[in-house]
């Protein structure tokens, strides 16, 4: 063999498609690390600037937008009586305060009452979500005959194609009245609706997911409970979900994600009442309805502006950080721990 | 052979997957308290026949047979028949080891625990006495939490054998259980089927034959979905009755 046959050879088209797919891949990474940087610097000047002058609007009793008519003597009372204290900007107590009246004369920012909102909505749709999707993968996975399987899988997948909007508008008009018709209580759209609803959107994320993880156990271990004398019942329940535990885990961690930052559904059926109130019967407004209704009216650069993207960092953080558990805590700690490795 | 009990008793046993046609008209009586082997070629319908013998083949869609199978006069096929109980007592292991990922004792105690025991004295004993039978207690019983994946090949094989024991069956079906193990391992789980037959009926598939004549007592030879030649082990390998049996054994074919 002649000794240059075996020279390294330049292969262009290698190189050149090795090239493109690590700039691709590296982009995605830095548009997320952008996305990142921009969101909390647009939420940096409430904690380096926390003084009067941050507020650029100046307060005008007589030009004041309020929500409701009640609010105005409310509020001319009582910038009158207290015109030298916090209210107004952005301060720690002023943020963690129960009312959200961003646009009022003197403006209230708290958030309290939004991230309860969020926390309950959120709540109800998982506790709708987890059990019905769960058990619809294990009956797809374990027990439903083929034809059926093979109808049901693609059904509910469809199902998060839906545009969250159309779910919405569906809780808007159907859901909500059937709702309040069986229960019986005074506000149409409130909380529990807007966390069924939500739960539209969830179980689909939460069924693939457990559902793949299921399929995942191998099928000898059915094979040896079965051939222990266990029935379909007991194999699924002491074998097969306990197996597929960690992805479960991270299906459910993730359907949280996605009901916590989910917006349209929630600003459409939750009536949007920034109350701070235990009951599950009346309106709530989430973090994510608030960015989503408020953020096209706000003055740029405002103090309402920068506790927008306030807001959004914490919906930022608390998806990430359940992201990071999903991913850092189920992968390696429970597979190992179910996997035996 | 007619000294000895007939445990399970086929008769013109046929099995079809969809429209091929697995197993032709198998008949055998497959005595008590002894290792029965089952050997062929790939494809040749030994584990499909064996997997017939706890229906475990009831697991695979478009699957159908007719004939007979006799276990304790009863036949399995029977409508009437329970596949759970049915698999209680006709327990298996299989090619490759596989238990549960869970601890060494919840692997051994789950077949009892469906079983509704609950008592923790109960299934101390059990477990224990599972393990010393399946030849795996003295190499476990310090760290019985430990996952049972975290053994090794053979110890996983041995963990399968007690848990398959811990629900007291009568037969134990083996297909190809020492196929994926070192020669070492092998030999240990060859010695334990020894001991294992004074309490079960034991068939057992394998590939390799000098095993099937180190450990049974009777051999089927399956060619093709049929039944070539059932006999004593000792006389199919010294002087079988048929010439593809022959054939086989010498390793002109297969």
């Not at chain 1, 929500?67 to 002023?94: L, P």
């Not at chain 1, 998806?319 to 035996?340: D, S, W």
């Not at chain 2, 000098?210 to 006389?235: C, H, L, N, W």
Request: charged share 20%.
């Amino acid at each position: 063999m002649p000794k240059n046959q075996l020279k390294k050879k330049f292969r262009l088209g290698e190189v050149i498609a090795e090239k493109v797919v690590t700039i691709v891949a590296f982009f995605s990474l830095a548009m997320i690390t952008l996305i990142f940087v921009f969101v909390f610097r647009e939420t940096l000047p409430i904690f380096f600037s926390g003084n009067a002058e941050v507020s650029s609007v100046p307060v005008q009793i007589e030009q004041q937008e309020t929500y409701g008519d009640e609010g105005i003597q409310e509020v001319a009372m009582q910038s009158k009586t207290s015109s030298h204290d916090n209210e107004g900007i952005a301060s720690f107590d002023n943020l963690t305060g129960t009312t959200w009246q961003p646009v009022s004369g003197t403006p209230k920012f708290g958030i309290v009452p939004l991230v309860l909102g969020s926390f309950k909505v959120s709540l109800i749709a998982v506790l709708f979500a987890v059990p019905i999707a769960i058990l619809a993968a294990l009956f797809t996975s374990s027990f439903a005959p083929k034809w059926a399987k093979e109808l049901m899988k693609p059904a509910i997948e469809i199902l998060a194609g839906i545009p969250s909007v159309v779910i919405g508008f569906f809780a808007l008009i159907v859901l909500a009245s059937l709702i309040q018709n069986i229960f019986g209580y005074q506000y149409r759209l409130n909380a529990f609706v807007g966390g069924v609803a939500l739960s539209f959107a969830v179980i689909p994320i939460i069924y693939s997911i457990t559902e793949d993880a299921i399929s995942r156990v191998p099928r000898s271990l059915t094979e040896a409970s079965l051939a222990l004398g266990a029935s379909k019942w007991e194999t699924a329940l002491y074998v097969v979900l306990p197996a597929a535990t960690p992805g479960i885990f991270a299906a459910v961690l993730l359907g949280i994600g996605r009901a916590f930052g989910e917006t349209m559904i929630v600003l459409m059926a939750t009536g949007n009442a920034a109350m701070l109130t235990a009951s599950l019967f009346e309106p709530v407004r989430t973090m994510s309805a608030t960015i989503g209704a408020e953020m096209a009216e706000v003055v740029f650069g405002e103090t309402h502006y920068n506790v927008l993207f306030l807001i959004g960092s914490i919906l930022f953080l608390f998806t990430f950080v359940l992201n990071a558990i999903a991913e850092l805590f189920v992968r390696q700690r429970m597979m190992k721990k179910f996997q035996g490795i | 052979m007619n000294e000895l009990k007939t445990k399970i008793r086929v008769e013109n046993f046929n099995f079809y997957y969809d429209k091929k046609h697995a197993l032709k008209n198998i008949s055998m009586n497959v005595p008590e308290h002894r290792v029965t082997a089952l050997i062929g070629p790939s494809g040749c319908g030994k584990s499909t026949f064996l997997r017939s013998l706890n229906r475990m083949n009831d697991l695979i869609e478009h699957t159908r047979c007719d004939g007979t199978v006799v276990v304790d006069n009863v036949n399995i096929y029977d409508e009437a028949i329970d596949v759970v109980e049915l698999r209680k007592k006709v327990g298996m292991i299989f090619q490759r080891s596989n238990p549960f990922p869970k601890s060494i004792y919840d692997n051994v105690a789950y077949g009892p625990r469906i079983n509704n025991i609950k008592e923790k004295k109960q299934l101390d004993e059990i477990v224990e006495r599972s393990l010393i039978r399946a030849a795996l207690w003295d190499e476990v019983k310090d760290d019985l939490s430990k996952s049972g994946l975290a053994l090794s090949g053979g110890q996983q094989q041995r963990l399968c054998i007690a848990r398959a024991v811990a629900v007291d069956p009568e037969i134990l079906l083996m297909d190809e259980p020492a196929s994926a193990l070192d020669p070492l391992a092998t030999t240990k789980i060859e010695e334990l089927i020894h001991e294992l037959k004074e309490k079960y009926t034991i068939v057992i598939v394998t590939h390799n034959m000098q095993q099937a004549a180190r450990v049974s007592d009777f051999t089927a030879f399956f060619y093709m979905g049929e039944q070539i030649e059932f006999d004593e082990t000792k006389k199919i390998f010294t002087m079988p009755g048929k010439k593809q049996t022959e054939d086989y054994i010498t390793g002109r074919f297969g």
